[in-house]
């Protein structure tokens, strides 16, 4: 099995939680009472919506081409064993690739 976009997943959990992160801090400028609870919540929306990216990645998967060849039979969509089968690697890399940097980050400041 080929790891396929696992960087991209890593940079884009390393800017979502940088983004929350600095979200928590403008609260914070806005609100002189806040002890910063959003981070959090945020992080767990995070963790919702990468799995969502996920299951919509496993919902468009298709068997791949043997050649780009015009009379080749067109691709199948994958059954969920064969998804599971040959893609269940990837995609706990990706989810963890994609939300542990949020919660490092959250934790290094202390927000979770």
């Known amino acids: 099995m080929k790891l396929t976009n696992t960087i991209k997943h890593l940079a884009v959990g390393c800017m979502a939680g940088a983004a929350i992160l ?57 059954s969920p064993k064969q998804y599971w089968k040959t893609k269940w690697l990837d995609t706990i890399v990706d989810l963890i690739a994609g939300n542990a940097p949020v919660w490092l980050i959250l934790a290094a400041a202390g927000l979770i």
């Open 22 to 78: 600095i979200g928590n801090w403008l609260i914070g400028l806005i609100f002189s009472d806040y002890g910063g609870g959003f981070a959090g919540f945020f992080a767990v929306v995070w963790g919702f919506f990468t799995l969502g990216w996920e299951r919509a990645q496993y919902y468009k998967a298709t068997t791949p081409d043997k050649k780009a060849d015009p009379k080749a039979p067109p691709k199948k969509l994958l």
